[in-house]
């Protein structure tokens, strides 16, 4: 399956940004699929994961309560709300496909990631 990651900016803290995720290739409903993050000179880390039937989620304590995953099987597209954005969040965000866990060795597709950029 092939991800394209879209949606990142520039914004002001406390704003708000969608993340989209469209999945082309292989069936998208069959993946478990999940959003990542890396800030320069770190490593990637794990945002947010939904399962593909029960859609189960889970977040990054980081990010509880303030972003929603979610995603559209019949559209092939997973989302990320990012509301109250702060400059911590900045980092590349990626999207991949194949697991539900915080561990990044476990996915099996990747995205090409999209830049959020958080203002102070």
């Known amino acids: 399956v092939q991800l394209q990651a879209s949606g990142g900016g520039l914004v002001q803290a406390g704003g708000s940004l969608r993340l989209s995720c469209v999945a082309s290739g292989r069936t998208f409903s069959a993946y478990d699929m999940a959003w990542f993050r890396q800030a320069p000179g770190k490593e990637r880390e794990f945002v947010a994961a939904i399962t593909l039937i029960s859609r189960r989620t889970r977040y990054a304590d980081s990010v509880k309560g303030r972003f929603t995953i979610s995603r559209d099987n019949a559209k092939n597209t997973m989302y990320l709300q990012m509301n109250s954005l702060k400059p911590e969040d900045t980092a590349v965000y990626y999207c991949?496909?194949?697991?539900?866990?915080?561990?990044?060795?476990?996915?099996?597709?990747w995205g090409q990631g999209t830049q959020v950029t958080v203002s102070s």
């Open positions: 991949a496909a194949g697991s539900h866990y915080t561990d990044p060795r476990g996915y099996d597709y």
